[in-house]
């Protein structure tokens, strides 16, 4: 290997971005949402220190607070905090009046931030403090390297978690697999369906199945435009489908439909999450929505979504857990069959004798 200026060379692709290029696309030209939203029932003093820590975090990451927008999803307790955040740090701060869901959070403060025409990344992190601003310059360098190499300006950068399991649990996480799974299914549908190739050089080379579903986006500014200013495809699903469920299978299916080039950047998580309001939403309807809004908005036929199930849940472990685990599958699969107007399927995970 060789060494030119600050430009390496040798038996890879030149990497051209150079360190300062790099950090200064991050801390001049990269904004940051932060979704807000407590349970009316949180604790007051741990939200307000788990919002406190997230935002002075990416505060030291960007050289304008302004860049930074808290985004409050019509919650008393979440504008209270929100509100005080934003006095101290002075970010940036939309308030919705009607909790509509993440989705409808995240377009909120993705357009107060386009009104800086600075600005060529937006990322998205949740307001849990599970997402580390350090990384973001991962993503920024990681986007920036993928416009040059492809010549495309839309992209989204997914943040993939080195474990699921870890903070999410088994539940979560099996479900998380599933939602995964049939979504990469969905997209190579459509890409067959569209006469176009899907991409996947960029997103798959540190495991075959991306992590969709993590909170921890970047967005290229085209596709930020494109995804969170257009009107809202609710393709034959309820609205708390679009807005609440299938948020990160929204964002990643209307890029992709968009012309995004997607790409995977490792990240870190806790090992168990610090604030989550998993146990208080209907896990089948969650679960099932997360997999019927993508096929659906893809135009995935009934019959190929019902076989696609019975290909995955034989390789969940949560399969393996009888009777709740398998009771769990059977009910989201007969949840997503039900609404393709389908029958429900047998009465066990059909697989194979011998592994």
């Given at each position: 290997?060789?060494?030119?200026?600050?430009t390496f060379t040798g038996?890879?692709?030149?990497?051209?971005?150079?360190?300062?290029?790099?950090?200064?696309?991050?801390?001049?030209?990269?904004?940051?949402?932060?979704?807000?939203?407590?349970?009316?029932?949180?604790?007051?003093?741990?939200?307000?220190?788990?919002l406190h820590d997230t935002?002075?975090?990416?505060?030291?990451?960007?050289?304008?607070?302004?860049?930074?927008?808290?985004?409050?999803?019509?919650?008393?307790?979440?504008?209270?905090?929100?509100?005080?955040?934003?006095?101290?740090?002075?970010?940036?701060?939309?308030?919705?009046?009607?909790?509509?869901?993440?989705?409808?959070?995240?377009?909120?403060?993705?357009?107060?931030?386009?009104?800086?025409?600075?600005?060529?990344?937006?990322?998205?992190?949740?307001?849990?403090?599970?997402?580390?601003?350090?990384?973001?310059?991962?993503?920024?360098?990681?986007?920036?390297?993928?416009?040059?190499?492809?010549?495309?300006?839309?992209?989204?950068?997914?943040?993939?978690?080195?474990?699921?399991?870890?903070?999410?649990?088994?539940?979560?996480?099996?479900?998380?697999?599933?939602?995964?799974?049939?979504?990469?299914?969905?997209?190579?549908?459509?890409?067959?369906?569209?006469?176009?190739?899907?991409?996947?050089?960029?997103?798959?080379?540190?495991?075959?199945?991306?992590?969709?579903?993590?909170?921890?986006?970047?967005?290229?500014?085209?596709?930020?435009?494109?995804?969170?200013?257009?009107?809202?495809?609710?393709?034959?699903?309820?609205?708390?489908?679009?807005?609440?469920?299938?948020?990160?299978?929204?964002?990643?299916?209307?890029?992709?439909?968009?012309?995004?080039?997607?790409?995977?950047?490792?990240?870190?998580?806790?090992?168990?999450?610090?604030?989550?309001?998993?146990?208080?939403?209907?896990?089948?309807?969650?679960?099932?929505?997360?997999?019927?809004?993508?096929?659906?908005?893809?135009?995935?036929?009934?019959?190929?979504?019902?076989?696609?199930?019975?290909?995955?849940?034989?390789?969940?472990?949560?399969?393996?857990?009888?009777?709740?685990?398998?009771?769990?599958?059977?009910?989201?699969?007969?949840?997503?069959?039900?609404?393709?107007?389908?029958?429900?399927?047998?009465?066990?995970?059909?697989?194979?004798?011998?592994?």
């Amino acid at each position: 290997m060789t060494v030119t200026g600050s430009t390496f060379t040798g038996s890879r692709a030149t990497v051209s971005l150079p360190t300062s290029a790099a950090l200064a696309l991050l801390e001049e030209h990269t904004g940051v949402v932060i979704p807000v939203y407590f349970r009316p029932d949180a604790d007051p003093a741990v939200a307000r220190a788990t919002l406190h820590d997230t935002v002075m975090l990416f505060v030291r990451e960007l050289r304008s607070p302004r860049s930074i927008c808290l985004s409050v999803d019509g919650s008393l307790l979440a504008e209270q905090v929100a509100r005080e955040a934003a006095a101290t740090f002075g970010v940036r701060l939309v308030v919705s009046p009607e909790n509509r869901g993440k989705l409808a959070a995240l377009a909120a403060g993705v357009t107060a931030l386009l009104e800086n025409p600075n600005l060529r990344y937006l990322a998205m992190v949740d307001a849990d403090g599970d997402h580390f601003a350090n990384e973001l310059l991962n993503f920024v360098r990681a986007a920036e390297h993928v416009a040059e190499a492809t010549g495309n300006d839309r992209l989204l950068a997914l943040g993939n978690r080195s474990s699921r399991y870890r903070p999410l649990g088994l539940l979560r996480a099996e479900g998380e697999e599933l939602a995964n799974r049939m979504l990469m299914d969905a997209l190579v549908y459509d890409a067959v369906a569209a006469g176009k190739p899907l991409m996947l050089q960029f997103l798959t080379a540190y495991d075959p199945l991306p992590d969709f579903h993590s909170g921890y986006k970047c967005f290229s500014r085209r596709s930020a435009e494109q995804v969170f200013t257009a009107p809202p495809a609710l393709a034959g699903c309820t609205p708390d489908a679009y807005y609440r469920h299938a948020i990160e299978a929204v964002m990643v299916v209307e890029a992709h439909k968009g012309g995004a080039t997607l790409l995977a950047v490792n990240r870190r998580t806790f090992d168990e999450q610090p604030i989550s309001s998993f146990a208080s939403i209907n896990r089948i309807r969650l679960a099932a929505d997360l997999i019927l809004w993508p096929c659906k908005r893809l135009g995935v036929p009934g019959p190929f979504v019902a076989q696609w199930l019975d290909n995955h849940l034989p390789a969940l472990l949560l399969g393996a857990l009888v009777p709740q685990g398998r009771d769990e599958l059977l009910a989201i699969r007969d949840q997503v069959r039900a609404e393709y107007g389908l029958p429900p399927g047998p009465p066990d995970i059909i697989r194979p004798d011998f592994v």
